[in-house]
T-cell receptor, first 113, second 109 residues
Framework: KAGVTQTPRYLIKTRGQQVTLSCSPI?????VSWYQQTPGQGLQFLFE???????NKGNFPGRFSGRQFSNSRSEMNVSTLELGDSALYLC????????????FGPGTRLLVL | GQSLEQPSEVTAVEGAIVQINCTYQTSGFYGLSWYQQHDGGAPTFLSY????GLEETGRFSSFLSRSDSYGYLLLQELQMKDSASYFCAVPTGFQKLVFGTGTRLLVSP
């Protein structure tokens, strides 16, 4: 099976802009989770979608949003970018039942100038 | 809230054995996972302990003690390719993983 794919892999934006990142899960997986990884804060959970519904949300401001499509592909959006949003954004997929292993994509590295 | 503490860095030589510890404070504990992440790469799943005791997968083993809120990852016969960051993590329902602070393992010849 093909792994989790994320596009784009690298992105440079300026403060105030918005950005949309995409994630395609492993075929058959219905759950997609998003994480932010920074040197200072480590790996932090953003949100999780299952069958187009957000089931869980981390402690991030409303500028961070996401959605999932009927084919399980997911997008996350960050509006009004801040310098502190520079990070590696990872998505992970799993079949969707609790406690299952999550499979991570290669991530999108976002740099905000 | 949840918190998982790990040593920031561990160094070892090829062929040696190294143990990476993880102490946690969580509510609704289901089990402890371990992930490996090479620089610039994605976290990859290594192991999951739902019950107390040792789980062995090749050169890697993971241990959990729920009564002590403690676990560790044991890497044997270290190889240069094992140089990476290692994270413990706990699932907290609906695919949310709370990750530890991460341990950078440096393996030298």
């Amino acid at each position: 099976k093909a792994g989790v794919t994320q596009t784009p892999r690298y992105l440079i934006k300026t403060r105030g802009q918005q950005v949309t990142l995409s994630c395609s899960p492993i075929s058959g997986h219905r759950s997609v989770s998003w994480y932010q990884q920074t040197p200072g804060q480590g790996l932090q959970f953003l949100f999780e979608y299952f069958s187009e519904t957000q089931r869980n949300k981390g402690n991030f401001p409303g500028r961070f949003s996401g959605r999932q499509f009927s084919n399980s592909r997911s997008e996350m959006n960050v509006s009004t970018l801040e310098l502190g949003d520079s990070a590696l954004y990872l998505c992970a997929s799993s079949p969707g039942t609790p406690k299952e292993t999550q499979y991570f994509g290669p991530g999108t590295r976002l740099l905000v100038l | 809230g949840q918190s998982l503490e790990q040593p920031s860095e561990v160094t070892a030589v090829e062929g040696a054995i190294v143990q990476i510890n993880c102490t946690y404070q969580t509510s609704g504990f289901y089990g402890l996972s371990w992930y490996q992440q090479h620089d610039g790469g994605a976290p990859t799943f290594l192991s999951y302990n739902a019950l107390d005791g040792l789980e062995e997968t090749g050169r890697f083993s993971s241990f959990l003690s729920r009564s002590d809120s403690y676990g560790y990852l044991l890497l044997q016969e270290l190889q240069m390719k094992d140089s990476a960051s290692y994270f413990c993590a706990v699932p907290t329902g609906f695919q949310k993983l709370v990750f530890g602070t991460g341990t950078r393992l440096l393996v030298s010849p």
